[in-house]
């Protein structure tokens, strides 16, 4: 079992920035794919970013390329999410995610089915 705890949302206004944090406890998430989601109200979830167990392969969505970075600190067993550039739609609640590096299923980074641990989330607001 992966436990997964986010911290880091807040309010802030559009143009800030925000780093979203999530610390895995259990079993070692060194060997896991992580990722990022978020959830508007009203809306289904959605992908945000992800990155590989080594830390050499990350995926983002259209919507916050160039704005987000997503970045992983496996001796502290980390998952970061840097966001700059804030806008008001980015406004959601942030989840992290968890799946084995040894994953070989049919989804894709960015399904959440691919995900089995999902952490509780941390709101971000983003005010224009």
């Known amino acids: 079992q992966v436990r997964l705890v986010e911290s880091g949302g807040g309010l802030v206004q559009a143009g800030g920035s925000l780093r979203l944090s999530c610390v895995a406890s259990g079993r070692p998430v060194g060997s896991y794919d992580m990722g990022w989601f978020r959830q508007a109200p009203g809306k289904e979830r959605e992908f945000v970013a992800a990155?590989?167990?080594?830390?050499?392969?990350?995926y983002y969505a259209d919507s916050v390329k160039g704005r987000f970075t997503i970045s992983r600190d496996n001796t502290k067993i980390m998952v970061y999410l840097q966001m700059n550039s804030l806008k008001p739609e980015d406004t959601a609640v942030y989840y992290c995610?968890?799946?084995?590096?040894?994953?070989?299923?049919?989804?894709?980074?960015?399904?959440?089915?691919?995900?089995?641990?999902w952490g509780q989330g941390t709101q971000v607001t983003v005010s224009s």
């Open positions: 995610a968890a799946v084995s590096g040894y994953y070989s299923g049919s989804y894709a980074y960015d399904s959440p089915k691919r995900y089995v641990y």
């Open positions: 990155i590989s167990w080594s830390g050499d392969r990350r």
